[in-house]
T-cell receptor
Framework: KAGVTQTPRYLIKTRGQQVTLSCSPI?????VSWYQQTPGQGLQFLFE???????NKGNFPGRFSGRQFSNSRSEMNVSTLELGDSALYLC????????????????FGPGTRLTVL | DQQVKQNSPSLSVQEGRISILNCDYT??????FLWYKKYPAEGPTFLIS?????DKNEDGRFTVFLNKSAKHLSLHIVPSQPGDSAVYFC??????????????????FGKGTKLSVKP
């Protein structure tokens, strides 16, 4: 079974630009979560999508947005980029439904390394 | 305020010995805990998890212990191998908390412990 894939793997942008990152979850997984990893803050939750709806959102400004398509693929968008947005952006997928423990195990993609100059 | 803390940024262990990685949490609503391993330039890899209704879960060389009263969990790796050298993250989730909008997709991570296993 193919794992979580993220594109692109590396991206360089300048301040003020906007960027769109893409994530394809494991087949059959309906939940996609996005995280930002920086050396100072560690892994921080951005938002989660399930069945094309945002179910939960972390403490990030409105410049960070996302969406999920009917095939569970997800995109994350960051507008008006700032230097502090430079980070590794990770996408994770899980089954996402029900209360069985396996539903909560999240599987991560390799990440997109975003550098803002 | 950090809800999940890994107080040891690094740990060095001899091959064949036990590695013990610790994690503390503050939010009593957390009811599901996971450990991930991360190599540089890769996403975290799921290792093992434990529900709050249990106090121990074992999978091969990896065992996770949960002490709810102390809000503490630990990951034991026995025996440690050089290939275990990586950064280990503890994560927690409040699956049934209305504060999280009933969502199970929000994992709170610790800042990680870098494990080095020496041959």
């Amino acid at each position: 079974k193919a794992g979580v894939t993220q594109t692109p793997r590396y991206l360089i942008k300048t301040r003020g630009q906007q960027v769109t990152l893409s994530c394809s979850p494991i087949s059959g997984h309906r939940s996609v979560s996005w995280y930002q990893q920086t050396p100072g803050q560690g892994l921080q939750f951005l938002f989660e999508y399930f069945s094309e709806t945002q179910r939960n959102k972390g403490n990030f400004p409105g410049r960070f947005s996302g969406r999920q398509f009917s095939n569970s693929r997800s995109e994350m968008n960051v507008s008006t980029l700032e230097l502090g947005d430079s980070a590794l952006y990770l996408c994770a997928s899980s089954l996402g439904g029900g209360l069985k423990d396996l539903s909560y195990e999240q599987f991560f993609g390799p990440g997109t390394r975003l550098t803002v100059l | 305020d950090q809800q999940v803390k890994q107080n040891s940024p690094s740990l060095s262990v001899q091959e064949g010995r036990i590695s013990i990685l610790n994690c503390d949490y503050t939010n009593s609503m957390f009811d599901y805990f996971l450990w991930y391993k991360k190599y540089p330039a890769e996403g975290p890899t799921f290792l093992i998890s434990i529900s709050s209704i249990k106090d121990k879960n074992e999978d091969g060389r990896f065992t996770v212990f949960l002490n709810k009263s102390a809000k503490h969990l630990s990951l034991h790796i026995v025996p440690s191998q050089p290939g275990d050298s990586a950064v280990y993250f503890c994560a927690a989730s409040a699956r049934n908390s209305m504060n999280y909008g009933g969502s199970q997709g929000n994992l709170i991570f610790g800042k990680g412990t870098k494990l080095s296993v020496k041959p």
